[in-house]
T-cell receptor, first 112, second 113 residues
């Protein structure tokens, strides 16, 4: 079945450093979504990408969907302590599966 | 508008018992999905309901079941609880089955002792 892998599993950065998490799917995706879960909280939707090669920005966050629609990345510029949390990618298989399959997430900690 | 509501927030059960968790989606959302979250395993898909029909099921044993009512509220049931069922159970609602964002509830923290 479809698998979504994320690396790294953990990332520790100093405040002000950049951060990137990568997401790879075993199958071609119809879309990729990114969620953020703060410690003790629940996942919150950040963005959805649907087009091959699509790039979207939200302030210091840049999201990219690969040309083959099998991989994606989230880049945070100049991290802040408010960026702490676990970032999940999730996607629907282009073959039509309605299941939204999540990666295991990247846990980001930021040292002030 | 009100978000996704899950009840109860916390549960402690004994091994062998059964448990029912409830999820009220955002008004107008017809799709409800359930996930199990444990440390290191991320979000494991349990099942998804749309208009009272189970549309998808994850790789969980038959002890895990669910249903959706005509008002889109959903319940999931776990019978014969095992220690390994201790987890955060998250419910998410969305307008459609695909390509729309999922709104998560706060989750139910289940501890099996």
């Amino acid at each position: 079945g479809q698998q979504v892998m994320q690396i790294p599993q953990y990332q520790h950065v100093q405040e002000g450093e950049d951060f990137t998490t990568y997401c790879n799917s075993s199958t071609t995706l119809s879309n990729i979504q990114w969620y953020k879960q703060r410690p003790g909280g629940h996942p919150v939707f950040l963005i959805q990408l649907v087009k091959s090669g699509e790039v979207k920005k939200q302030k210091r966050l840049t999201f990219q969907f690969g040309e083959a629609k099998k991989n994606s990345s989230l880049h945070i510029t100049a991290t802040q302590t408010t960026d702490v949390g676990t970032y999940f990618c999730a996607g629907h298989d282009q073959g039509g599966s309605e299941k939204l399959v999540f990666g295991k997430g990247t846990k980001l900690t930021v040292n002030p | 508008k009100a978000g996704v509501t899950q009840t109860p927030r916390y549960l402690i059960k004994t091994r062998g018992q059964q448990v029912t968790l409830s999820c009220s989606p955002i008004s107008g959302h017809r799709s409800v999905s359930w996930y199990q979250q444990t440390p290191g395993q991320g979000l494991q898909f349990l099942f998804e309901y749309f208009s009272e029909t189970q549309r998808n099921k994850g790789n969980f044993p038959g002890r895990f079941s669910g249903r959706q009512f005509s008002n889109s509220r959903s319940e999931m049931n776990v019978s014969t609880l095992e220690l390994g069922d201790s987890a955060l159970y998250l419910c998410a609602s969305s307008r459609q089955l695909m390509n729309t964002e999922a709104f998560f509830g706060q989750g139910t923290r289940l501890t099996v002792v």
